[in-house]
């Protein structure tokens, strides 16, 4: 563009408010007149109308994308990871970058001319309607959910013969599945960039989706992953080859250097020597990584939301599941499970046995009721063989009763006394369809309304019963989900309460869940209730989550001095119910915060939900709590501690 003989911006870089992402070198008057004017560079402005709904975390977040895909953060690098927490707005950011990039450059051409959106399936309709939501028709996205292949590969071979800044639609919007499938077609030209949503699906370098996505022919690379390590500090070198190759070295070379001493530093059991060489190698992998990452934590939601309280409420099991439960800790199965410290077996080259598997979920889902495990001991299967006789003669196995669950049992009362008190909704989440199949019965044995979202149900028909239930006029009461189908891009303002029913071995899968009622439109205070049933697996699942979360904390968001309170040998310790505790979770913590299993001091003035567990507030009685439902519902012998946090004390700030 030019305007008097000089290159403009294609917006006012001068402008109140805008985001300037590149600025020129200023030119002295001798220069202006010896310089070729058409090779002078002119400042990159966002469009003012994105730039002035940007909160400031966001325009951050957008300036070191820019700089990361125009190569000026890492010499001949183009990618980054955007690791921020859910509900921080990554989507938002990542549209105002494509924006420019389509429309503007240094050199006052476009950087790019077309971009590719890769995202689970769930989500591929969320990208589009948020595309036409922020620029109001001004760009049409190509989305690809469905269709045959014939009429799949014809969109996409349209998609790529498009050049220049005259595109119809620059922007494609496609699932992992989708691109896997009709890869082909995407590397036959060139595109300017690639984002991928939940890149975490990039974990494993080896599986065809990572080699499909890796042989595109981009530079320019941005992941989207707000847990970008779940499991081991390898998916994270995962994602961060897929965005920068190399940066790391080799697989081997990362285990070797970083991997293994960063681990074994972390164990609690660690000496000196291990624990200081671990955080020469973590600060060492940290000054690599933190030039193509940037995190923000959902800490930066306190400004703009209600005050959420987390609590996680450990549930005694009732006497008949102590009994199933000891029969099968009993059993042969559970002993040589036991003895391998509770790992997945294996049988022959990798391959899993089905028994370990299927017995690990067996005793899961006998912590939820022992309803489910009823065909099992009926069918005298391994781990519940001679357990049907001690099933009570009152037993129905077609009709729920509450009382032969001890998380079931506060469920219910949680339910009542929301109902009964408050014009409050509620969110129910699980692990499995069969304990959501539980919870209808619940529903239907109290007469709530309610609704039910897991994979069986349609793309189209979820986006209908969400917004159905977040509409404070219906009568839905109770909304349930499958952790597995709806963990991620649902909105569940509709609600302010969430029981998280059991724990997943992934924390993210349950942070994603839990993250469906806390985002952008709530309006209520929040309350979070994890329930785990006391001293059985379930506080072991939780305790893992606790290990994986503190890698995360000093890998990711660099917190160097997160306790360390579980040693591998203890988590290895699955299969001991021990009946003998209020919370076997809080006993290792070793808490010098309490005197004979009782606060005495409270947590330190800075902290909040995102904080080490130790560092919250806990009791095993009602006295300390602040809400007023669960204290109603700790009035019986089921409720044994809970855990609790608030996010934050101070108001919402006006945006």
């Given amino acids: 563009m030019r305007r008097s003989g000089v290159r403009t911006a294609l917006h006012d870089p001068y402008e109140e408010g805008a985001l300037v992402l590149h600025a020129p070198r200023l030119l002295s008057a001798h220069e202006q007149l010896s310089v070729d004017m058409s090779k002078v560079e002119v400042h990159v402005v966002v469009d003012p109308s994105l730039a002035r709904i940007l909160r400031p975390h966001?325009?951050?977040?957008?300036?070191?994308?820019?700089?990361?895909?125009?190569?000026?953060?890492?010499?001949?690098?183009?990618?980054?990871?955007?690791?921020?927490?859910?509900?921080?707005?990554?989507?938002?950011?990542?549209?105002?970058?494509?924006w420019t990039l389509l429309r503007q450059g240094p050199d006052a051409t476009p950087v790019i001319d077309k971009a590719i959106v890769v995202a689970p399936s769930s989500l591929v309709k969320n990208w589009q309607k948020e595309i036409e939501k922020w620029l109001g028709g001004r760009v049409h996205p190509l989305a690809i959910d469905s269709g045959s292949k014939e009429q799949i590969d014809s969109s996409l071979t349209q998609f790529m013969c498009?050049?220049?800044?005259?595109?119809?639609?620059?922007?494609?919007?496609?699932?992992?599945?989708?691109?896997?499938?009709?890869?082909?077609?995407?590397?036959?030209?060139?595109?300017?960039?690639?984002?991928?949503?939940?890149?975490?699906?990039?974990?494993?370098?080896?599986?065809?989706?990572?080699?499909?996505?890796?042989?595109?022919?981009?530079?320019r690379r941005v992941l989207l992953s707000g847990t970008p390590i779940q499991n081991d500090l390898l998916e994270y070198f995962s994602l961060l080859h897929f965005v920068n190759t190399g940066i790391l070295g080799t697989t081997t070379e990362f285990k070797r250097r970083f991997e293994t001493p960063i681990l074994r530093g972390r164990d609690a059991s660690a000496s000196d020597r291990d624990i200081e060489r671990g955080k020469e190698r973590l600060t060492e992998l940290a000054a690599i990584v933190n030039r193509c990452i940037i995190r923000r934590t959902a800490a930066l939601l306190t400004k703009y939301l209600p005050v959420k309280t987390e609590q996680v409420v450990c549930c005694r099991l009732t006497p008949f599941q102590t009994e199933l439960y000891t029969h099968f800790t009993n059993s042969q199965l559970a002993q040589r499970l036991a003895r391998n410290g509770g790992e997945r077996e294996k049988k022959g080259k990798g391959k899993t046995t089905a028994s370990s598997l299927s017995a690990i979920t067996l005793l899961k889902k006998l912590c939820n009721h022992p309803q489910l495990v009823y065909e099992k001991a009926q069918l005298g299967e391994e781990g519940f063989e001679g357990a049907l006789d001690l099933f009570p003669a009152s037993f129905d196995p077609k009709k729920l009763q509450p009382e032969f669950s001890g998380k079931m049992l506060v469920l219910d009362c949680l339910l009542a006394v929301t109902r009964a008190t408050s014009s409050d909704k509620v969110v129910l989440v699980s692990n499995y369809t069969q304990t959501l199949d539980l919870f209808e019965q619940l529903c239907r044995l109290r007469r709530y309304g309610y609704v039910r979202l897991d994979g069986s149900m349609s793309i189209k028909k979820r986006a209908k019963i969400v917004d159905h239930f977040n509409d404070p006029t219906t009568q839905d009461f109770v909304f349930m989900l499958s952790s597995k189908a709806g963990g991620c891009g649902l909105n569940l303002i509709g609600a302010n309460r969430l029981v998280m029913f059991d724990p997943d071995w992934n924390p993210a899968n349950d942070d994603q869940a839990m993250a469906r009622v806390w985002r952008d439109g709530q309006k209520k205070e929040v309350f979070i209730y994890r329930l785990l049933s006391t001293g059985s697996i379930e506080e072991k699942i939780f305790q893992r989550q606790a290990h994986k979360k503190a890698l995360s904390s000093c890998v990711v968001d660099k917190e160097e001095d997160v306790e360390r309170h579980f040693s591998l040998d203890d988590l290895r310790k699955l299969f001991q119910l021990n009946t003998d505790t209020a919370s076997d979770t809080h006993d290792k913590f070793s808490c010098r915060r309490c005197v004979l299993g009782r606060e005495v001091r409270p947590p330190p003035?800075?902290?909040?939900?995102?904080?080490?567990?130790?560092?919250?507030?806990?009791s095993s009685d009602k006295k300390t709590l602040q809400d007023l439902v669960l204290k109603r519902v700790w009035s019986g012998p089921t409720v044994s501690f809970v855990f609790h946090h608030k996010s934050h004390e101070q108001t919402i700030a006006t945006v």
């Avoid at 300036?63 to 953060?73: E, I, L």
């Avoid at 003035?605 to 806990?618: M, P």
């Fill in 58 to 98: 966001q325009r951050e977040g957008v300036k070191f994308m820019w700089d990361c895909v125009t190569g000026q953060r890492i010499e001949d690098n183009f990618g980054c990871i955007m690791a921020d927490e859910m509900g921080l707005g990554k989507t938002l950011q990542c549209i105002a970058l494509m």
């Fill in 162 to 219: 498009q050049h220049g800044r005259r595109s119809p639609t620059p922007i494609l919007i496609i699932s992992y599945e989708t691109f896997r499938l009709h890869s082909p077609v995407l590397h036959r030209g060139k595109v300017g960039l690639v984002i991928c949503d939940e890149g975490h699906r990039l974990k494993n370098c080896e599986n065809l989706t990572y080699t499909a996505l890796t042989q595109l022919q981009t530079r």
């Fill in 605 to 618: 003035e800075d902290s909040d939900t995102t904080c080490d567990l130790s560092q919250w507030h806990h």
